[in-house]
């Protein structure tokens, strides 16, 4: 099994619908990170959390939420979808900055 | 604030050729260092890292990157590409504190690499 698993790997959804993307760890990793990929933008960080009961927001948090439900689980929703959330997302854990495991992406459109 | 500058989003090399993807970083404190490596359709995968140790880092599949603190650089070269190096490259780099650091990866834009036949 994958060390860091993402569910779904691909989702396609309408305009003002919720969605929740899920992330498992193997790691026993307490820091957990949401990431998204657009072309020409690199990955830019969304919410990370460095136990369960610290939540904190990245540089583009407006539109999404998270919620950490154990040390190992760590999601992220969109509460009302909009065509621009349409990217790649990563979660990543880390150990104390000496590096991350990614997991392998959840492409999702928005239509 | 931390920052990292790729220069040049699209590189072409001939199969052989140097490869060498340039890095900047923009850091208040003493930075880690990464290289990421995202094949077509695959997750970031870790070619090495620059944890204050040696400023010359040797990684995976021949990649090595040289920490210069007076050029704020941290160029990735491999010596002679392979048709399989065609991927893209990201450049991260995060807060090296411990006690109250945010600990957050910060990435470039990344650097798409072609190696030409």
């Known amino acids: 099994d994958a060390d860091v698993t993402q569910t779904p790997r691909n989702r396609i959804t309408k305009t003002g619908k919720r969605i929740m993307l899920e992330c498992s760890q193997t790691?026993?990793?307490?820091?957990m990170y949401w990431y998204r990929q657009d072309p020409g933008l690199g990955l830019r960080l969304i919410y990370y959390?460095?136990?369960?009961?610290?939540?904190n927001k990245g540089e583009i948090s407006d539109g999404y939420s998270v919620s950490r439900q154990a040390q190992a689980k760590f999601s992220l929703s969109l509460e009302s979808a909009i065509p621009n959330q349409t990217a790649l997302y990563f979660c990543?854990?880390?150990?104390?900055?000496?590096?991350?495991?990614f997991g392998s992406g959840t492409r999702l459109t928005v239509v | 604030a931390q920052s990292v500058t790729q220069l040049g989003s699209h590189v072409s090399v001939s199969e052989g050729a140097l490869v060498l993807l340039r890095c900047n970083y923009s850091?208040?404190?003493?930075?880690?260092l990464f290289w990421y490596v995202q094949y077509p359709n695959q997750g970031l995968q870790l070619l090495l890292k620059?944890?204050?140790?040696?400023?010359l880092v040797k990684g995976i599949n021949g990649f090595e990157a040289e920490f210069k603190k007076s050029e704020t650089s941290f160029h990735l070269t491999k010596p002679s590409a392979h048709m399989s190096d065609a991927a893209e490259y990201f450049c991260?780099?995060?807060?090296?504190?411990?006690?109250?650091?945010?600990?957050?990866?910060?990435f470039g834009t990344g650097t798409l690499l072609a190696v030409q036949p």
């Open positions: 990543a854990t880390s150990d104390l900055g000496r590096g991350y495991t």
């Open positions: 790691k026993g990793h307490d820091r």
């Open positions: 959390s460095f136990d369960v009961k610290d939540i």
């Open positions: 850091s208040s404190v003493p930075p880690y």
């Open positions: 620059y944890t204050s140790a040696a400023t």
């Open positions: 991260a780099v995060s807060d090296r504190r411990y006690g109250g650091a945010t600990n957050k990866l910060i």
